[in-house]
């Protein structure tokens, strides 16, 4: 569960009488800032996994999900509240109203980039269901908490059906001490989880580690499965940092690394002459098409670094140091990403210059030379069945269409406050905008002869979550502290590349 990410969400809790508690768990088309990027769930994207459980602020098992329902509101679920210290104390805090909210742990394995730059999660694995103190998202609300003690009769009913119970108590305890295995297994490695009513930053909290205060060590060496605030806290700043930083790496589509192996095999589709037509006549032939697709293989790749502090920067230096030296990690760990896929990217579109898949455009273009060769490009891409996604720009381009202007000398690119018959819009402040609705996307390491119109599909980024270790050096009083991921990168749809080059 390495992909693992969180959201919260802002619920209600009422009191009825049965032992369960049940609501939306994640609502569908709302859109919230996570970090530093927006985001929002498609209909029917979040699909619980088979053990998906529920658990007490993403850190100890307090039951099962027995049950979810897929509606265009958001996902529906139903889950039955364990008889431990933990559920019980969970269970009375959301019947007195103290716990009010859901919170999601999900992998993402599919997503799309609006125009805006609004992230829509089209496809993820919900893992587990979390209660927590604080939202993220306001859309989610828990319609049930029942409670009940069994009657008579249902004490006799339980005791003749104890022999067929005991087999699903039996697996579910087995899940349960899997999963705190698991947790055991990966102690020193940073869970993906959000912990939110504790204020301070991942700064003030090592500090308090380095001084040795007794309830932040119990925290950070993981005493109590309840107590792990660092672990939990910084991770999703680390990822949300990570996946923010802006470049080429953010127009592609993105996937969930696999657990295991160095390389992943993935599909190239290399030719399709599928012709679907009218049938000429019932019971006649139907046309004859074929797809060709090679298979390929893409190396994983490490990623890392570190920084190295002493006792004294520690413990007696500001706290901003040390938190800057952890975003600074974080922010270096995201750009090396979108290095790593822009690399890619140059590979594909040298490819695609040789194959001649390509678009032309004068070398003073005016707007309706931008115009004309976007059309040419979606005349492609419509050939393929897709559409472009995107404009992929050098800083050198993304300046020359401020200058773009009409006859009567007004640009046509609007950058701020109304005006008329605009062909596109630019964000000096985002590096992005739109050409005719595509999406224009600037990235600051690319070339003048690097520019292409792209769709997502092309390429796709198979990374795992971000993850920081630390270790300390009792010799000569210093502290490490590394950040790391996965990632490979799948070239799927090589022609949805189709690079823009100067007139002959």
């Known amino acids: ?30 859109v919230t800032t996570i970090g530093n990027f927006r985001e929002q769930f498609a209909e029917g994207s979040a699909i619980p996994a088979d053990d998906a459980m529920l ?72 893992r587990e269901v979390s209660l927590v103190p604080m939202p993220a998202y306001a859309g989610a609300t828990i319609t049930e908490v029942r409670e009940s003690a069994p009657t008579n009769k249902e004490e006799e009913e339980m005791s003749e059906d104890i022999t067929t119970a005991a087999p699903a108590q039996d697996t579910e305890l087995r899940e349960a001490v899997e999963m705190l295995e698991r947790k055991l297994e990966t102690m020193t490695v940073a869970a993906p989880a959000v912990v939110v009513e504790d204020t301070r930053s991942a700064g003030q909290v090592l ?75 019932e019971g006649d032939d139907l046309t004859y098409g074929e797809v060709v697709i090679d298979s390929h293989t893409a190396a994983v790749k490490t990623f890392g670094g570190y920084s190295e502090l002493t006792r004294q920067s520690i413990e007696r230096s500001s706290i901003a140091y040390l938190d800057h030296v952890l975003r600074a990690q974080a922010l270096a760990a995201g750009k090396a990403l979108n ?23 004068a070398a003073t273009p005016t707007y309706a030379d931008w115009i004309n060769a976007a059309i040419d490009a979606q005349i492609k891409f419509q050939a393929q069945g897709l559409t472009i996604d995107a404009l992929v720009v050098d800083p050198t381009t993304f300046k020359s269409l401020l200058n773009v202007e009409s006859a009567d000398g007004r640009p046509v690119f609007l950058v701020t406050g109304a005006g008329s018959n605009n062909v596109g819009s630019l964000s000096v402040r985002g590096l992005s905008g739109d050409l005719a609705s595509i999406p224009v996307v600037m990235d600051a390491e690319l070339a003048s002869d690097e520019i292409a119109f792209v769709n997502s599909a092309a390429l796709r980024l198979y990374a795992s979550a ?16 590394s950040v790391y991921m996965f990632a490979a990168v799948a070239h799927e749809i090589k022609s949805a590349i189709v690079p823009v080059v100067p007139a002959a």
Request: hydrophobic share 40%.
């Open 1 to 30: 569960m390495s992909n693992l990410e969180v959201r919260e969400f802002d619920v209600r809790a009422t009191e009825t009488d049965t032992r369960e508690v049940s609501g939306i768990a994640v609502p569908y088309n709302q």
């Open 55 to 126: 658990f007490w602020r993403h850190d100890e098992p307090i039951g099962k999900i027995i049950g979810h329902e897929q509606t265009p509101e958001g996902l529906i679920i139903r889950a039955k509240i364990s008889d431990t210290p933990r559920g019980n104390e969970a269970h009375t805090l959301l019947r007195d109203g103290v716990i009010s909210k859901f919170s999601v742990g999900f992998e993402p394995v599919e997503q799309r980039v609006e125009e805006d730059g609004t992230i829509t999660r089209t496809s993820t694995v919900v």
């Open 207 to 281: 500090q308090a580690i380095a001084k040795g205060e007794e309830s932040e060590i119990r925290a950070y060496t993981g005493a109590t499965t309840g107590d792990t605030v660092v672990r939990n806290g910084w991770v999703g700043d680390l990822t949300r940092i990570v996946e923010s930083v802006p470049g080429v790496a953010q127009v592609f589509s993105r996937g969930a690394l696999p657990a295991e192996g160095n390389f992943i095999e993935y599909a190239t589709l290399t030719s399709n002459s599928v012709d679907v037509n009218v049938q000429a006549a």
């Open 339 to 361: 290095d790593f896929v822009r690399a890619e990217y140059l590979v594909e579109h040298a490819a695609q210059v040789t194959a001649t898949n390509v678009v032309e455009l």
């Open 466 to 481: 971000a993850a920081r270790l630390q270790d300390e050096n009792i010799i000569n009083l210093s502290k490490s502290f």
